[in-house]
């Protein structure tokens, strides 16, 4: 269950409108934040605090994408009680063809990916987050447990810390969804361990103690609001 050093009628109504308030940022505040969001389309939106041993998204509009995508982008909103909303936008060239493969990665979707991604573009109001376009990036994809050890020689990845720069065990269920930016030495986003709910790692930007990926911080349970959002660009 934990990452580790050796591895890691009425009703219809209710849910019809929950679908739809959980959509309008990709219609609604994304596209007032981010221009080029407006040539994308939504694939996936999940209210993290569903999280748990299965994932079941708010909305899944996968039989809906009709034709090949070439970018990939991630749209994560985070409030505190009392506090203004933070987000966070990142999108990738595809790193994959299959839109099954570009939500949470758990093992149920088989998805595996650690690797560099190319042109990628971020949008933040959070400080400290470096923006910006043709970055240079990785993500670290999957459902398992993984380890702080640099084993894929990430350029600048600490052996001691879990970062950007990890390595994957082939059993275990802790998980990790990163976004990083490689050349700024920063998680972009993360979200970890979401088997266990409430207490899942999540967070912007790099954690400010510990493991700058937000491994064991449990820090999902200090949002009120957490809603993640994936989106696809379709080939013209």
């Known amino acids: ?6 591895s890691v009628v009425g009703g219809t109504v209710l849910a019809a409108a929950l ?6 940022p990709a219609d609604d505040l994304l596209s007032q934040k981010v221009s080029e969001a407006k040539e994308y389309q939504l694939v996936y939106s999940l209210d993290l605090a569903k999280a748990g ?11 809906e994408i009709s034709g090949a995508f070439d970018r990939v982008a991630y749209f994560l909103e985070l409030q505190k009680d009392g506090q203004e909303p933070q987000f966070v936008y990142v999108s990738m060239d595809a790193f994959t063809d299959d839109v099954a493969k570009i939500g949470v990665p758990t093992l149920a979707s088989q998805a595996v990916f650690q690797q560099a991604v190319a042109n990628m573009s971020v949008v933040s109001n959070v400080e400290g987050v470096t923006t910006g376009t043709g970055l240079s990036g990785n993500i670290e994809f999957w459902g398992h447990n993984y380890g702080p050890q640099n084993k894929a020689e990430v350029e ?20 990790s969804m990163q976004v990083h930016n490689t050349a700024a030495k920063q998680t972009v986003f993360a979200f970890n361990h979401w088997v266990v709910g409430a207490n899942a790692d999540l967070g912007i930007g790099n954690c400010p103690k510990n ?3 937000w491994t064991f911080s449990k820090s999902a349970n200090t949002y009120s609001r957490k809603i993640l959002q994936v989106l696809v660009r379709v080939k013209k």
Do not use: C, Q, W
């Open 1 to 6: 269950m934990r990452a580790t050093y050796s």
């Open 211 to 213: 493991h700058p990926d």
């Open 19 to 24: 679908a739809l308030s959980l959509s309008a």
């Open 156 to 175: 600048g990845a600490d052996n001691g810390k879990f970062d950007f720069g990890d390595v994957r065990a082939e059993g275990g269920n802790y998980g």
């Open 53 to 63: 041993a299965g994932i079941k998204y708010d909305v899944d509009k996968t039989a």
